[in-house]
């Protein structure tokens, strides 16, 4: 097939890696023409440490190479099969793009956008034939990061999304189904393991090591929420959370904290600007051993996080089977947040969100009722 990339930043270069690397011959395009010399670069770099790790050999490297081309005009997209959009995040930019290239492709090229946060169906409605549109949503780093969204438009032909999984699966993907909504799978789900830690630090429950502690420590989880927020940096998590709390009509849940927002604003962005929730100048602080206070901070959060999954699974956002995977392969979480609330046994779930929405009487801790119908059933 021949694959084209419109947008050849951190995302569109590692997906134009996958997709050569899945035997296509793939179409680079960018508005500055200098990022294409600087993809090139990076991919092959990325190849020559592949080499140097023995997953691959230089032979098979140079094929890779050779099968990318750099265009430097949308027009020369027209012989691809399916083009994937990998702009900033702009609705009209998006929507201009989409627009442009449905003049230039064949009628039955597939046309993917890979919006972390747009309404994949506003995008489709740039196009005359919004039916073979979809989102493509790949993770950061997408050679390493295995599971993709896919995102039918409310517009998208029911017929599309079964023969673009199979290819996925080729690329060595992991591809879910996710409804058209806010955040979509993992950027929803995952909001409380942030959200909800950022609640204990602002009320004094702990501290931000103490929280990470209790996450790592009792949960298994890779990197405790601040680590993590502090890596992905507080310019991209923040913004995160507060368009999801703006697109879900200020749902409680998604409320952001004033202290990221000061993080943010104060260009303390985390790991790459040296300082976030940590200073990396310095050794990290010393956590609370206190068992009590550490099992509280595990619970919590977990909580959240079950009520979030079953959430979403009540209002049919992915099949149960999608959601577990999400979680696991797109947040590296150790469990499905849906086993793990089997596990916990859903009568406790329910017990322990009860116990927190009357001690607070907000409306964030309401116990989902797609986590209460389980007990019935
Ligand atoms: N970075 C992530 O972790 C991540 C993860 C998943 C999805 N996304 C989404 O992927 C998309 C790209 O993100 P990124 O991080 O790669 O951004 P980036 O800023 O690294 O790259 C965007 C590229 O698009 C180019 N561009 C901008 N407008 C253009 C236009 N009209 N035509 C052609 N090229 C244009 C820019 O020159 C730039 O090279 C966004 O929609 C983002 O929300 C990002």
């Known amino acids: 097939m021949k694959i084209g990339i419109v947008g050849t930043g951190t995302m569109g270069t590692g997906i134009a890696q996958v997709a050569a ?186 501290d931000c090591a103490t929280i990470d502690l209790a996450m790592t420590s009792l949960g298994g989880f890779r990197m405790g929420p601040f680590l993590l927020m502090d890596f992905i940096g507080h310019d991209v998590n923040f913004r995160v959370t507060e368009g999801l709390y703006q697109s879900c009509y200020q749902e409680p849940r998604y409320r952001p904290s004033f202290s990221q927002k000061r993080l943010f604003e104060a260009g303390y962005w985390g790991k790459k600007t040296g300082r976030g929730f940590y200073d990396y100048s310095k050794n990290l602080p010393v956590a609370s051993a206190d068992q009590t206070l550490l099992q509280q901070i595990f619970k919590r959060i977990l909580l959240m996080l079950i009520n979030e999954a079953a959430d979403a699974q009540y209002w049919k956002i992915a099949s149960p089977e999608d959601l577990d995977l999400a979680m696991t392969k797109g947040m590296n979480f150790p469990k499905g947040l849906l086993q793990w609330a089997d596990e916990w046994g859903i009568e406790a779930c329910v017990r322990g969100l009860d116990e927190l929405y009357s001690h607070y009487h907000e409306e964030r801790y309401r116990c989902s009722m797609g986590l209460r119908k389980k007990v019935r059933n």
């Open 21 to 206: 690397r899945a035997g296509h011959q793939v179409f680079l395009y960018d508005a500055r023409p200098e990022v294409g010399q600087k993809a090139l670069a990076h991919i092959a770099q990325a190849l020559q440490k592949e080499i140097e790790k023995g997953r691959m050999i230089a032979t098979e490297a140079d094929a890779l190479m050779q099968r990318i081309a750099w265009i430097d005009a949308l027009e020369k997209m027209r012989p691809c099969n399916w083009v994937i959009e990998a702009i900033v995040e702009d609705l009209v930019a998006k929507k201009a793009v989409f627009t442009a290239l449905e003049e230039i492709v064949s009628t039955d090229c597939i046309l993917a956008t890979n919006t972390s946060s747009l309404s994949v169906s506003a995008i489709a409605a740039s196009c005359r034939r919004p039916e073979r549109v979809l989102g493509i949503h790949f993770f950061n780093p997408v050679p390493v990061m295995q599971l993709v969204e896919l995102i039918p438009a409310v517009q998208t032909a029911a017929d599309l999304i079964d023969p673009i999984k199979e290819e996925l699966l080729r690329w060595n993907k992991i591809p879910v189904i996710a409804k058209d909504t806010p955040g979509f799978i993992v950027n929803r789900i995952a909001r409380p393991y942030y959200t909800e830690a950022l609640r204990m630090l602002d009320e004094g429950i702990a």
